[in-house]
Every structure is written in structure tokens, then in C-alpha cells.
């Protein structure tokens, strides 16, 4: 499993991109929705490393300030081949970029750092869904098909994947 730095939206972002994946789950296809954890929220991942020692934790939490930016989610993306992730791309603006390279530099020491998370080489995207099979691909697109979501950067939030456990790095704003 990894450990991970995300940036949650407002309830009305977040709401938004549940009603994506609601939709896509309708369909009868994979989704985001399939996960039932209370934790399972749309998020841009900001870092990933196998693991975050407690000392980047302090420092995320002293160091990186409540986000309260506007986030626009463009058009799709797809990573992957015969079944691909399904995701809305990020349109990166300065504040995005900064609290990027924020956390980047205050966690990169951790263990085994993901290396497309690094600063020029991170694709800031909202997943949709995984394992799309790419026949599905034109379906998902059109049932997609309602323009950008323009939303609030909220909180900044800790993942850890083996303890499925989440907390708050950031005040609430």
C-alpha cells in the first residue's frame, strides 16, 4: 500500500464529482462510488510515497497554509490501456502549483517516493474510475459531457493506505 498528501474541495465541489461518478456506477460501469469507505472522497494527490514518516506530518501541519483557491476540473484524461483510470483533469493554477511544490519539498524524503509525483512530472487530475474497460470509453465521455467543474480548494488531508486511516493536515477554512 502507499501513504499519500491530498487536497479535498468544498461540499459543492465534492458533490459535484460524486454526481460523476453516480452517474458512471448507473451505467453500469466502474466508478469511485463502488468504494463505500466513509474516506473514499474526490482528492488531487499531491504526493505518494510508500511511506510518510510522523516528522513530514509535523511539518505539513506547521508549515503548509489552509488552501482556499478556486479549482477547475476540465476535461477527461484516461491512464492505462485495455482498461483504463478514468479522470477529470486539473487545470494547474499558480496556488495548485505552489502548494504542489510546498509539499513535494517538505516530503520528498520519504520512502519511496513516487516518481510522477514529482514537480514537472505530476498530472493533476480527480479519478473518476478504475478499470474502465476502453470499449466503454465514448459512453463514459457523453454521459461526462457537462462542461467543467469549478469549485474551492478545502482542506489538505493525509492518507495512510495500510492503516486505511485518514486525518486533517490543514485547518478547515
Known amino acids: 500500500m502507499v501513504q499519500s498528501v491530498e487536497l ?3 461540499e459543492a465541489t465534492d458533490v459535484a464529482v460524486r454526481a460523476e461518478w ?3 456506477w448507473d451505467a453500469g460501469m466502474p466508478s469511485r462510488t463502488r468504494v463505500r469507505a466513509e474516506s473514499n472522497r474526490p482528492h488531487i494527490t499531491l504526493f ?3 511511506h510518510i514518516p510522523t516528522e513530514i506530518d509535523e511539518l505539513l501541519g506547521r ?3 489552509t ?3 478556486h479549482i477547475r476540473l476540465g476535461g477527461l484524461v484516461m491512464f492505462g490501456g485495455r482498461h483504463v483510470t478514468l479522470s477529470r483533469l486539473v487545470v494547474p493554477s499558480k496556488a495548485l502549483l505552489s502548494l504542489h511544490r510546498s509539499v513535494f519539498d517538505l516530503a520528498e524524503h520519504a520512502t519511496e517516493v513516487t516518481p510522477h509525483i514529482r514537480p514537472g512530472e505530476w498530472t493533476p487530475h480527480v479519478t473518476l474510475a478504475r478499470r474502465l474497460p476502453a470499449d ?3 459512453e463514459a465521455a457523453r454521459l461526462l459531457d457537462g462542461g467543467d467543474i469549478v469549485g474551492r480548494a478545502s ?3 493525509r492518507w495512510d493506505g495500510d492503516a486505511k486511516r485518514e486525518w486533517v493536515v490543514t485547518a478547515p477554512p
Open 136 to 138: 466503454q470509453i465514448p
Open 48 to 50: 505518494v510515497a510508500r
Open 22 to 24: 453516480q452517474r458512471l
Open 155 to 157: 482542506v489538505v488531508r
Open 63 to 65: 508549515r503548509i497554509a
Open 8 to 10: 479535498l474541495f468544498d
Open 67 to 69: 488552501p482556499s483557491f
